[in-house]
């Protein structure tokens, strides 16, 4: 399987030079390539060498948060939640605990492996971290 490496961390600059891997299967190179689709011209994202950050979130962050507040979802943080809870279920085979899962008391070991690979993936480092996601082991 492919893996494709972000080297620019979305958070605090000390964590800039932080790599992070990402499995790379056909779901994703399906969204890498739409992004380099609609990638302007001269441009290496989504803005284009004539537009400001300011644009980008006038016309393009802020309708988009409008859409997810329509479907009672407070922001793009849920869709962090979204991907890590399908994420554990992909690798456990169990819902995440905060969906009624319970892979924690039948096998530590998976339930800890999934947490550390989720936190991995989302750029956290930190396993305690994921359980805001996911939930709690109970």
Not at 57 to 81: D, V
Not at 110 to 131: K, N, P, T
Request: contains cysteine.
């Amino acid at each position: 399987m492919a893996r494709l490496i972000f080297r620019m961390a979305p958070k605090a600059a000390a964590l800039a030079s932080a790599p992070r891997w990402i499995a790379v299967n056909d779901h994703v190179r399906d969204a890498l390539g739409f992004a380099r689709q609609v990638s302007p011209t001269g441009s290496r994202n989504l803005i284009s060498p004539h537009e400001s950050y300011l644009n980008l979130l006038q016309q393009i962050i802020r309708p988009a948060r409008e859409i997810l507040h329509a479907h009672n979802l407070k922001g793009f943080h849920e869709l962090r939640a979204a991907y890590a809870c399908e994420r554990y279920e992909q690798i456990t085979q169990h819902r995440a605990p905060i969906n009624g899962g319970q892979c924690f008391q039948v096998d530590k070991n998976l339930d800890r492996d999934a947490r550390r690979q989720i936190s991995y993936e989302l750029g956290h480092g930190r396993i305690a971290v994921v359980a805001a996601y996911i939930g709690g082991r109970s």
